[in-house]
């Protein structure tokens, strides 16, 4: 992705995880002048060390990361958060200009993004709810996918600032949709890896090599990024590749709650993430969703 951009703002980046720290350095890079904000200053300060050849101004609070900016873009944790580093005396809404935009990438609640728009609304904020999949290896690539809920020309006021990291954005509906859209997402990794593990279990009961099954059924209708991707991690163990049981229970507990509201039956959603409780309770919520393999017993070897 070539990371330039026609006309630099002044944007603010609060929030330096593992996605919008990547994300703050993609937008660097494609010259817009930056400045973050994260409420550990420690991190801060480490994105500066890992980005020398990066200039940004770091704030003390939301509220003066927000002052003078063009754009202010949120990735933290879940809604409390969001609502601190937003809509609180010192969120960034205190003083954010009129007009200006404003785009959130966390995973939260489809309630908070509609509350966010609406608080905007008084300011003509130009509001995005912009949550994103592709993973930690999707932002540091800047190859992200990213739906989003708002107005059309509050979408199409971001497109140019998502650019510095996305591969795709999709404009999916009103205030809250893109976090609707997420959940969906969520809904549809957890069903794949639900298959996955017991696909897995099965094959290695039978005392079949998962390397041949993976080669025979990974080129049908079977196959899906979470098999090309964690088949053979599966198999061997391995669940260090980013995303958490943590925040997929904390995600899928966003779904059902949003089925609730909408009248809608997951009954598959609800049963998975009661099995991620269980991987939770063997101690690896600190591991990545494919961990879902660890509830069922290994029996049997090629």
């Known amino acids: 992705?070539?990371?330039?951009?026609?006309?630099?703002?002044?944007?603010?980046?609060?929030?330096?995880?593992?996605?919008?720290?990547?994300?703050?350095?993609?937008?660097?890079?494609?010259?817009?002048?930056?400045?973050?904000?994260?409420?550990?200053?420690?991190?801060?300060?480490?994105?500066?060390?890992a980005n020398p050849g990066l200039a940004a101004h770091v704030a003390s609070t939301p509220a003066e990361a927000a002052e003078g900016a063009d754009a202010v873009i949120t990735c933290v944790g879940n809604d409390d958060d969001l609502a601190d580093v937003v809509l609180s005396p010192t969120g960034a809404f205190t003083t954010l200009r009129r007009g200006a935009l404003f785009i959130d990438h966390t995973?939260?609640?489809?309630?908070?993004?509609?509350?966010?728009?609406?608080?905007?609304?008084?300011?003509?904020?130009?509001?995005?709810?912009?949550?994103?999949?592709?993973?930690?290896?999707?932002?540091?690539?800047?190859?992200?996918?990213?739906?989003?809920?708002?107005?059309?020309?509050?979408?199409?006021?971001?497109?140019?600032?998502?650019?510095?990291?996305?591969?795709?954005?999709?404009?999916?509906?009103?205030?809250?949709?893109?976090?609707?859209?997420?959940?969906?997402?969520?809904?549809?990794?957890?069903?794949?890896?639900?298959?996955?593990?017991e696909a897995i279990r099965f094959t290695q009961a039978a005392r079949l090599d998962p390397d041949k099954v993976f080669e025979a059924i990974s080129g049908g209708a079977a196959q899906s990024w979470q098999m090309d991707n964690r088949w053979h991690t599966m198999v061997k163990g391995e669940f260090d590749f980013g995303f958490a049981v943590d925040w997929m229970r904390k995600d899928l507990g966003l779904a059902i709650e949003e089925a609730r509201n909408l009248g809608a039956s997951v009954p598959t959603t609800a049963l998975i993430d009661q099995f991620y409780a269980d991987v939770q309770a063997l101690g690896g919520g600190r591991e990545d969703t494919s961990a879902l393999i660890r509830r069922l017993p290994k029996k049997g070897s090629a």
Do not use: F
């Open 107 to 197: 995973t939260v609640s489809a309630r908070i993004a509609r509350q966010i728009a609406v608080e905007g609304r008084d300011k003509e904020l130009l509001c995005v709810d912009a949550p994103v999949t592709g993973g930690q290896s999707g932002a540091e690539a800047g190859t992200l996918a990213i739906m989003c809920g708002g107005s059309e020309k509050a979408v199409d006021a971001a497109r140019p600032v998502l650019a510095a990291y996305a591969k795709r954005v999709v404009h999916v509906g009103k205030s809250g949709a893109g976090q609707t859209a997420k959940m969906a997402n969520q809904m549809c990794i957890a069903g794949a890896l639900a298959g996955l593990s």
């Open 1 to 49: 992705m070539t990371e330039t951009t026609s006309s630099p703002l002044n944007v603010s980046m609060i929030g330096l995880g593992v996605m919008g720290g990547a994300m703050a350095r993609h937008l660097g890079k494609a010259g817009h002048r930056l400045t973050i904000y994260n409420r550990s200053p420690a991190r801060a300060e480490a994105w500066l060390a």
